[in-house]
Nanobody, 115 residues
Framework: QVRFVESGGDLVQPGGSLRLSCAAS????????VAWFRQFPGRERRWVAK???????TYAESVKGRFTISRDNANNTAYLQMNDLRPEDTADYYC?????????WGQGTRVTVSS
């Protein structure tokens, strides 16, 4: 099973930082663009950052300049460094490929930004 495993979510104060991690199989990191998605309650998941095999990155406008995606192909892991966190970043965060695969979703990791 190829499912991603996410970790690193926590409760953090506004202005704080977190680093999320997601791990998956070698196949994913050999062949796919990897993305971080987030989901607000009652809303669909949307990507916020993606990184291709050449490590070119793209960000949603809402996180540009604050979040940084990276990938470590040797260790089959992707990261999301989140700085200057805001209450509106509160969500469940997931990894998947682009275009996403339904069978790749993991359990996600929850980020709560609150004072």
């Amino acid at each position: 099973q190829v499912r991603f495993v996410e970790s690193g979510g926590d409760l953090v104060q506004p202005g704080g930082s977190l680093r999320l991690s997601c791990a998956a199989s070698q196949e994913i990191f050999d062949y796919y663009t990897v993305a971080w998605f987030r989901q607000f309650p009652g809303r669909e998941r949307r990507w916020v950052a993606k990184i291709n095999l050449e490590e070119v990155t793209t960000y949603a406008e809402s996180v540009k300049g604050r979040f940084t995606i990276s990938r470590d192909n040797a260790n089959n892991t992707a990261y999301l460094q989140m700085n200057d966190l805001r209450p509106e970043d509160t969500a469940d965060y997931y990894c998947n490929v682009i275009p996403y695969r339904g069978d790749f979703w993991g359990q996600g990791t929850r980020v709560t930004v609150s004072s």
